[in-house]
Each structure stands twice: as C-alpha cells, then as structure tokens.
C-alpha cells in the first residue's frame, strides 16, 4: 500500500497523525497549528521553544495563466490540495471531495482555493483550465489550478502542505501521493490537515472550517486571537 | 479474492459457466473498490471530467463493448449522454470473467439502470474477442 509506505516518512506521518491525538474541537475552540516547527534554543539554557512556521513562499501561474502567490490569498483562510489531470488513482475522489466543500463556500470571499499539479510536464495552462471547466469550476479566481513548473520543487513544496508525494512506478500514473486537504489561515499557518479520501476527514473539514473563519472574522475586527 | 475461502460447491455454482451470475454482493465490492474513486458512490460521475453510470446511454447502447472497456480501459473522447468526455479509464487485467460479470450486473441494475443480466459465458465469449 503507498499509503503505508509515504507514512514511513516520520516527520510526515507525525505531522499528519498528530490531529487525530487532540480531541475534537469545542465550541468556539481554536484549531491547532500544525505544519513544520522551528526550534529556537532558548538564552536561559533551558529547554528550546519550537515555534510553528507558516507555508514557505510559493510563486504559481493558474489556469487563467495569472500568478498566484501567499499574497494572493492574503488575510484569507484557504484549502489547498495537489493532484495531476491525469490521475487515474486518488485524484478524482480527492477532487470530487474538495468540490463538496467548494460548493459550500461558492462564493465566500473569506476562503479561496488552490489546487497545485504535482504533473507541471504535461499540465500546461491549458489543460489546467480544461480540467477546471470539466470539473464544473468556471471561475479561476476563486479556484485556482497552479503550476509551479518545477516538479521537484512542486514535491518539496508539497511536504510543507503535509501532502507525501515521490515517483512510484508502481503507483497508477506513476506517481504515489497521499490526499491531504491542508487549511491554511490568514497569516499562512496550516490549521487543519484533512484525508480527503475518508468521508469522515472530510465531514471533520466541513465542521472546523466555521471556527477558522470565525478566529479570521474577530481578529479582522481587531478583537482577540492568537 | 478470497474465492479459495469458499466451500468446494459454492465455488463451483460460481464458476459454472453458463449459469447467472447472482453475486451481486461481490459486484458491489469490486465496485467500491475499484469503481467509485472516480464514478461516485452512487454512479454519478464527476462533472464533465469522469461520466456518469447511472442513466447512461453508453450503457445500453455499447452493451456487448461493455466487458472489454472494463478489461482494457480507454481513453479516447466518449460521449455520454451528449456530453463528450476525455479523460483515462483504467483498465482492470486482474478481473475474472466471473467478477466482471458481477461487476456489470451490479453497475447495470442499480441507479435507475435496468439492463437484464449477463451470464458468465457471455462476458467469457466477449472478452474471447477483445483485442
């Protein structure tokens, strides 16, 4: 199974099991920030703090063929996947799932989309935007489908959204990815990590994304927030 | 598959050629698991990217092409319903004739769909004819 073996990866398989040890959120509870952490050792000598770090910068083009970067979804929440046009494997599932929460938010400004080809090769603008159309999303601006044109660093960027990915020729399209659907926050932490090919993962999406967009509300309003 | 675990005669019903093929709970799991990925759940499709089952044309129209597009696979523009799809349809070379043939009576008796059942012998005779 690819999914076992892309789990052997420890510092993914930590990142991604870690949500399923915290209990489920309450009422107006925060989600967690997940995602790579940096450790700082601290000036007393005593034991380091590890401070959670956001997305890295990211430079795509999407089907429109317009770029899209951290700055496009600045002071908004955001889901982001990766997957290829080709995908005879996950993709079409995790796709179809993403759409059910895209259908929630049709036109809620506070959350975007991004879905990144892990195919730049033969993903080209054009068959990002005939992909979008075909999966019933006429409007790139509100879903963008990026390239980022380098294929190992569209890997390496991957692993910073919790997603495994390697070439696998086993792997049906010839390569094993897992499907994790990553919430990003306004400042660009990942909030959530969601398996998108478990009905559940995604219902847990659907139930969380509330409290996101509630926190980004508040601290728009210059209330409280972390 | 776990047809090793089952006793000597329903193993024998199942393999017999000619005989309906009732095992419509063997067609419903091969359907979950190698189907609904990319169809649905209930048959649906995927917008304009994936065709659906459910109510399709392409069914009752290429009847006798149904068993070798399971086999084979295809990705060449297919119409459904009207709308042209193209996009990559695995093709599944680690099906038996028998689960095939539980796999399209379960796809073609459920979601509205209505064709009558196939026998064994008739997928065994098509597949002779795939290229």
Not at chain 2, 41 to 59: E, T
Not at chain 2, 68 to 77: A, T
Request: with cysteine; proline share 7%.
């Amino acid at each position: 199974m690819t999914l076992k073996r892309l789990l052997l990866l420890p510092a993914l398989a930590g990142t991604l099991l870690a949500p399923a040890c915290t209990a489920p959120p309450k009422e107006a509870a925060q989600l967690p920030i997940l995602g790579e952490r940096d450790i700082r050792p601290r000036a007393d000598g005593g034991p380091a703090d590890t401070l959670a770090t956001p997305v890295p910068a990211f430079a795509l083009r999407d089907q429109a063929g317009q770029p899209v970067s951290n700055a496009t979804f600045a002071g908004r929440a955001y889901l982001a996947d990766f997957f290829f046009a080709t995908c005879p494997g996950i993709c079409p599932k995790l796709q179809s799932e993403m759409l059910s929460v895209f259908k929630l938010y049709p036109t809620d400004a506070r959350l975007g989309f991004l879905s990144i080809t892990i195919d730049p090769a033969h993903d080209s603008t054009a068959v990002l935007r005939d992909y979008a159309q075909r999966l019933g999303v006429p409007d790139a601006n509100r879903w963008h489908f990026a390239t980022l044109g380098d294929r190992a660093a569209t890997f390496t960027l991957a692993n910073r959204f919790l997603t495994g990915v390697m070439p696998d020729t086993q792997s049906p399209g010839g390569l094993a990815h897992n499907g994790t659907l990553a919430l990003i926050d306004d400042r660009g932490y990942i909030r959530g990590a969601y398996d998108g090919m478990n009905a559940q993962e995604v219902a847990r999406l659907k139930a969380e994304l509330p409290l996101l967009l509630a926190e980004i509300d508040a601290r728009k309003k210059g209330v409280a927030g972390r | 598959m776990p047809l090793r675990r089952l006793p000597g005669f329903l193993l024998l019903l199942v393999l017999l050629p000619g005989c309906f093929s009732n095992n419509r709970h063997q067609g419903e799991k091969l359907y979950a698991q190698h189907c609904a990925n990319c169809h649905g759940d209930k048959g649906q499709g995927i917008g304009r990217l994936i065709p659906p089952l459910a109510g399709s044309d392409y069914l009752v129209d290429h009847r006798a092409e149904l068993a070798c597009l399971l086999r084979n696979g295809q990705n060449e523009v297919i119409v459904v319903n009207g709308i042209g799809y193209h996009n990559i349809m695995p093709g599944n070379k680690g099906l038996s004739p028998a689960q095939l043939t539980n796999l399209l009576n379960y796809i073609e008796s459920h979601w509205g769909n209505e064709a009558a059942p196939r026998t064994i012998s008739e997928v065994q005779a098509q597949m002779d004819k795939c290229h």
